[in-house]
């Protein structure tokens, strides 16, 4: 290397250093500071992993032990899982398409779509157990509640995302609705939903797989479905029980989870 | 107006010589199918409907209760209290999503080169996708009943790990599909100057990829802060311990002054990560985020 | 019948798209509007169909006034006014059928909405397809189709609409020249007979010169040239276009008059 490739030649000028991106560093420090904080609130420390691994040794003993006579004998509501998600999902995608269509500038007024926007970003802020402590209260415990609450869960969910699926739609077969002199309904259902309708059944499935997820979470509070076999069981120290019922229940989500995935290949 | 009848036919008879509509029969079946399935399931399910018809009412008074809870003076006696116990836990809420969506990224980093066809061999991409897969199945829920409040006993941090741990699957396996549409000329480009292995994945790959990853990082994050509240219902801290006692109890002043502090936090820090996740990426094109991570998380 | 008095847009941006047109085109003619890009030919079409909403002056169609036309009688007027895009603008996911019965939709409202047409409207979208020579696509999906046969499915959907007057704004700048001559010509043979008042912007001149009756050139959102195509020579287009006449602006291919 020869030093003319070091040294400017005499008279080029060399452009001037770049400002320093202030931001990212910025961002960075704001970001180390919130771990560090968050850290010393919820007390972390991986000790326990070399210390305390014994202590959950009987539990986890128990875990390997699965009863599967159990999760057979709970057949019904395994059963009832599934007409939760069905029935509440069916139900919330079903009004979710309408309402996305509502909350985009493509198929509706500015103004209703910012407001039906924001009212989805409020409802869609409180998580699903909320939703089912909400539903018990109101209708008492059982398959009442778990359907009401998924599909208050799920309205959000599957409206938000069929509303960006809407937003991104080609423009052009719009215009061209326009210019046939649709109406605006014309104009969705002839212009907007072809486009976007293997967009909204894979949600649909989505959502579909989504539930049989939260059907844990609101049985744990009382709203039917296999959560609910799962919370009294943990209060009677059934792991064995427990652990045959998880067991069964991630092999049908992963079962679920390669069908939506091949599904969703397939419609799009 | 011009009727069908008073134009000059474009071709001489009209029977005959139109195409024959092809038989939608895939369709069809497929509609019918969904059909039946959903009708059974309303017809059968074990539901009382009967109870709807006193819901809205119900439903009416409640929110009054906790509307009226919102407005008092929350510097009058008690509700300061109210006001600062939920905070308290919302925060903490928080905290455990961060911690726990720390976690999830720094493991599913190495996961996610792993998992991409155009970095890794095929038999290693192959297992570690099986292994996110598996991950993905198992509710953080589960992983906190079953193996981090026996470990880390009751408390937020087993409740950050259960989530950190949930958060693997979706990341990895999210993240290595960015890392499969990475442009391969730029990359290619970096082997052509000899550079090894893991220089060419530095300097071709992951300036490429770094975007779209922390993006996905950030959705994660809004999407821990809401599946963190199950998990304080058996005990692994966050919003969720105190929201299960308040319902128990039914104090629905204080339920709504609660859940009015669950939906402004989260509505806020939404709105502060979707901010920041398109500033990210932007003049990257389209957001990665948007639909597929949320249809995937 | 079409009539300009006056007629002024400009764009919520303050540009002018139209500045003063007059303009008057009798029931059957065949206008082609040219002009330098950025001249307005687009705002003048759209304008027609109330596309872009015009900020003073006169616009008539028919004896119904477009200009201050809302809802309603804004949807009746579009529904006897085709429109032809640049892009095709087609739902590409669908059969080229629903795409042609889209043309139908003013004439179905309720049920068009469940997908369902009745069979008379089904017959005149076939027929509009047959008119355009591809009724034998019509179960396909309009992606399948190539970009000539694409315009062809929009000439056969506003042709479904059995309008009045037919918009058409660059048809055929997406096509290779053999191809837009092709589309012009089955344009041309259906305007004539069925006798549609046709308005089409053209870059190209000698197609242009070679489909219209009558030639429209703009600038800078005025009318600077109207006549008969036959009228158009090498001095008319430097008023046009500021300069004269070179290889860029004829289409390559031979045009044989087909109609
Ligand atoms: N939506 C709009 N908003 C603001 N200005 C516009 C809009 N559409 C067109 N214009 C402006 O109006 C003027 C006329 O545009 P127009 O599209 O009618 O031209 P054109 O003759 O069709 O050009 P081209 O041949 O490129 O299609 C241009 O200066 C353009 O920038
Ligand atoms: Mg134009």
Redesign the pocket.
């Known amino acids: 290397m020869t030093a003319t490739t070091t040294v400017p030649a005499p008279g080029r000028a060399v452009p001037p250093k770049p400002r320093p991106p202030w931001g990212l560093y910025a961002g960075l420090i704001a970001c180390a500071v919130v771990t560090v904080w968050a850290a010393l609130g919820i007390e972390f420390t991986l000790a326990p992993l070399f210390s305390d691994l014994t202590r959950g040794r009987e539990v986890v003993a128990e875990f390997f032990r699965p009863d599967w006579e159990f999760a057979w004998r709970v057949r019904e509501q395994w059963l009832e899982t599934l007409q939760l998600a069905v029935v509440a999902g069916s139900l919330g995608c079903l009004l979710a398409l309408v309402l996305a269509h509502m909350a985009s500038d493509v198929t509706a007024p500015p103004w209703m779509a910012r407001t039906l926007k924001a009212l989805l970003a409020v409802e869609r802020s409180l998580p699903d157990v909320a939703w089912a402590l909400l539903a018990v209260a109101v209708v008492g415990n059982g398959a009442l509640a778990g359907i009401l609450a998924l599909f208050a869960f799920n309205v959000g969910v599957a409206a938000k995302l069929t509303a960006e699926s809407v937003d991104a739609v080609d423009r052009g077969p719009v215009e061209a609705a326009t210019a046939v002199g649709a109406s605006a309904v014309q104009r969705a259902v002839a212009a907007v939903l072809p486009q976007v309708m293997p967009n909204f059944l894979s949600y649909s499935f989505y959502v579909f797989e989504l539930n049989i997820r939260a059907s844990l979470v609101i049985g744990l509070v009382g709203a039917g479905g296999i959560g609910q076999v799962i919370k009294t069981e943990l209060s009677r120290f059934q792991y064995s029980h427990i652990s045959a019922i998880v067991a069964v229940f991630v092999v049908v989500v992963f079962v679920l989870d390669q069908a939506s995935a091949w599904l969703r290949r397939r419609l799009i | 107006m011009r009727t069908v009848g008073t134009r000059p036919p474009a071709a001489g008879p009209v029977d005959g010589d139109r195409p024959k509509r092809p038989n939608p029969w895939r369709q069809v079946t497929g509609s019918l199918v969904t059909a039946v399935v959903v009708v059974l399931c309303v017809v059968t399910v074990d539901a009382q409907w009967a109870r709807l018809s006193e819901a809205p009412g119900i439903l009416g008074d409640y929110l009054r209760l906790m509307t009226r809870g919102v407005l008092q003076n929350p510097m009058a006696d008690p509700y300061t209290d109210y006001w600062s116990k939920a905070f308290e836990y919302m925060v903490e809420s928080l905290q455990m999503a961060w911690i726990g969506t720390l976690v999830g990224a720094v493991l599913s980093f190495p996961a996610a080169f792993l998992a991409a066809r155009n970095v890794s061999p095929r038999p290693v991409v192959f297992v570690t996708r099986q292994v996110l897969n598996v991950i993905r199945a198992i509710p953080e829920l589960i992983l906190a009943i079953a193996i981090m409040l026996p470990i880390f006993g009751l408390g937020p941090l087993a409740g950050a790990l259960a989530l950190g741990v949930g958060s693997v699957g979706t990341l990895g396996k999210l993240g290595s599909e960015v890392i499969e549409a990475v442009d391969p000329r730029p990359v290619e480009a970096v082997a052509a100057t000899g550079a090894r292995r893991l220089h060419v994945l530095a300097w071709g790959v992951l300036p490429q990829a770094l975007p779209e990853i922390v993006a996905l990082w950030l959705y994660r994050f809004e999407i821990n802060i809401r599946a963190g509240a199950i998990l304080g219902a058996v005990g692994a801290g966050g919003i969720g311990s105190i929201l299960t006692q308040l319902f128990e109890a039914r104090l629905w002043d204080r339920i709504g002054i609660t859940l009015f502090l669950v939906i402004a936090v989260t509505v806020l820090v939404d709105q502060l990560s979707a901010r920041v996740r398109h500033r990210i990426i932007a003049g990257g094109g389209k957001d990665p985020v948007a639909g597929e991570a949320e249809a995937l998380a | 019948m079409i009539t300009f008095r006056d007629v002024h847009?400009t764009?919520?941006?303050g540009?002018?798209?139209?500045d003063g047109v007059s303009l008057e085109i009798p029931e059957g003619e065949f206008v082609v509007v040219v002009?330098?890009?950025?001249?307005?030919?687009?705002?003048?079409?759209?304008a027609v169909n109330g596309l872009?909403p015009v900020t003073s002056g006169e616009l008539e169609v028919n004896g119904q006034r477009v200009d201050g036309a809302r809802g309603g009688t804004l949807r009746r007027l579009r529904a006897d006014v085709g429109m032809i895009f640049?892009g095709f603008n087609l739902v590409t996911r669908v059969s080229v059928l629903r795409n042609v019965l889209m043309g139908r939709l003013s004439h179905s409202p309720v049920s068009s909405l469940f997908g369902v047409y009745g069979a008379a409207d089904k017959e005149i979208a076939f027929d509009a397809l047959d008119r355009v020579g591809i009724l034998d696509k019509a179960y396909v999906r309009a992606s399948r189709l190539s970009g000539g046969q694409q315009q062809r499915v929009a000439i056969a959907r506003v042709l479904a609409q059995q309008p009045h007057v037919v918009l058409a704004?660059?048809p055929v700048a997406s096509l290779d020249p053999p191809t837009a001559n092709a589309v012009m010509a089955d344009l041309r043979r259906v305007q004539r007979q069925l006798g549609i008042t046709t308005v089409v912007?053209l870059?190209f001149l000698d197609l242009a010169k070679s489909f219209a009756d009558r030639i429209v050139g703009?600038r800078a959102?005025r009318i600077v040239f109207d006549g008969p195509a036959a009228e158009v020579d090498d001095r008319v287009f430097e008023s046009i276009y500021g300069r004269s006449l070179s290889v860029q602006d004829v289409s390559t291919a031979e045009v044989d008059r087909l109609t």
């Open positions: 847009v764009y919520p941006t540009t002018k798209g139209l002009g330098l890009s950025g001249a307005g030919k687009s705002t003048l079409v759209r872009v640049q704004d660059e912007n870059h703009m959102g």
